[in-house]
């Protein structure tokens, strides 16, 4: 198994930025896909950006396309989201997830995280 722990949510202005983090314990962090969820209230779950196990192939979803960027450090056993020109639409819950490839379906991951709320005023 795998233990990820979301950090680095908060209350940021529109236009502000954020950078989440999951770290991971547990089975070898490198042998997982990485992905990013959020969940807003009273809305299903959203994939928002995923990454391979060795970096080198990255998705997203168009929705964030450009402002969201998805990275992994395999020596630290964390994975990031940096969140750029944030939108009060961008209010939600942010999940990370590990699976075995990295895909926009939350069905695709074995291993999720408690997740980290985001708010973005106007």
């Known amino acids: 198994q795998v233990q990820l722990v979301e950090s680095g949510g908060g209350l940021v202005q529109a236009g502000g930025s954020l950078r989440l983090s999951c770290a991971a314990s547990?089975?070898?962090?490198?042998?997982?896909?990485m992905g990013w969820f959020r969940q807003a209230p009273g809305k299903e779950r959203e994939f928002v950006r995923a990454i391979s196990r060795s970096g080198a192939t990255t998705c997203y979803a168009d929705s964030v396309k450009g402002r969201f960027t998805i990275s992994r450090d395999n020596a630290k056993n964390t994975v990031y989201l940096q969140i750029n020109s944030l939108k009060p639409e961008d209010t939600a819950v942010y999940y990370c997830?590990?699976?075995?490839?990295?895909?926009?379906?939350?069905?695709?991951?074995?291993?999720w995280g408690q997740g980290t709320q985001v708010t973005v005023s106007s």
């Open positions: 547990g089975r070898t962090f490198s042998s997982y896909a």
């Open positions: 997830a590990a699976g075995s490839t990295p895909r926009g379906r939350p069905n695709e991951y074995s291993y």
